[in-house]
């Protein structure tokens, strides 16, 4: 895929199936990439925010993307969260080789941030690792990369788009500033924010759980039908409001995708723990919402 073909729509990120010994349940994740190739998104992406690769391997990411691609004609995304310039190469590299359309690497935060010199070093050796297009993944609000970092990067030809899932304020100075620039919003409560202001597309933890919500969406935003789009994005909100509990984001969305009928498992120990009325919560939301549960 050239850069020039990013593609735009909606981007349902995968989450990962375990089985009980914590390892990558193939046959379940096999299900879920045909599930989302079905259903009315534009692409998938492995690695999401909460999809439970915290902590993965590249000989991990690798499985995951072979398995997704395998399953999928669909464009494959494929998130990095490094620590250190060694790890994101062979993270890059390993994914490239397992098929991922295109690259999306966050910023090494652990510990501490590198500053923009180290940011523009890392790239640049990332650029040389992929042929694929090269994507920056802004997610952490407690390390946000910013506008300043981020125009360097895409006028040095480092990087060939955003995602920005960080901070609603830098979204929108990357919109208003980076005209023609594919920026992706990954702010959950604020997709139809992001399309409004002209956003290429999003990439959501939501849409592994509700693809055809997220999808009805952008296709109501692209036919100017903005009363139906607001019924989805208020929608979505609830979703994401009982969702996004600090410690059980992601327990709470298997919850979700569970109640559905779809087995994904539960996340990798120490994320497993549920407080005692969480799964309640959120099926009574579901159930509010018309959601058929099981």
Not at 90 to 116: I, K, N, W
Not at 205 to 227: K, M, R, S, T
Request: glycine residues 8%; proline residues 5%.
């Amino acid at each position: 895929m050239a850069a020039s073909e990013l593609p735009s729509g909606v981007v349902a990120s995968i989450v990962v199936p375990f089985a009980a010994n914590d390892e990558i349940d193939i046959d379940l994740l096999r299900k879920e990439a045909l599930l989302l190739d079905r259903a009315p998104v534009h692409a998938l992406s492995v690695g999401g925010m909460l999809s439970g690769t915290e902590g993965a391997s590249a000989q991990e990411l690798a499985l995951i993307c072979e398995t997704v691609r395998r399953s999928s004609r669909k464009p494959l995304f494929a998130t990095a969260f490094p620590d250190t310039r060694p790890e994101a190469i062979e993270m890059v590299r390993a994914v490239t080789g397992a098929g991922a359309s295109a690259v999306l690497v966050a910023q090494p935060h652990y510990l501490c941030q590198p500053d923009e010199e180290g940011l523009v070093a890392q790239f640049s050796d990332l650029r040389q690792a992929t042929k694929v297009p090269l994507l920056l993944a802004d997610c952490f609000p407690t390390a946000v990369v910013g506008l300043k970092a981020t125009t360097r990067l895409l006028r040095e030809k480092l990087i060939d788009g955003v995602l920005q899932a960080a901070d609603a304020h830098v979204l929108v100075d990357l919109l208003y500033s980076l005209k023609g620039v594919p920026i992706y919003s990954g702010i959950e409560d604020l997709h139809y924010i992001g399309l409004l202001l002209g956003a290429h597309g999003l990439i959501s933890d939501l849409g592994a759980g509700f693809p055809a919500d997220l999808a009805d969406l952008y296709a109501a935003f692209q036919q100017g039908e903005h009363e139906r789009a607001r019924f989805h994005h208020d929608r979505l909100v609830r979703f994401w409001r009982i969702l996004n509990n600090p410690a059980e984001r992601e327990a709470r969305l298997r919850v979700a995708i569970t109640a559905q009928g779809r087995a994904v498992g539960g996340p990798r120990s120490p994320y497993n723990v549920l407080g005692p009325h969480a799964d309640r919560e959120v099926r009574e939301v579901l159930g509010r919402e018309g959601i058929a549960l099981v």
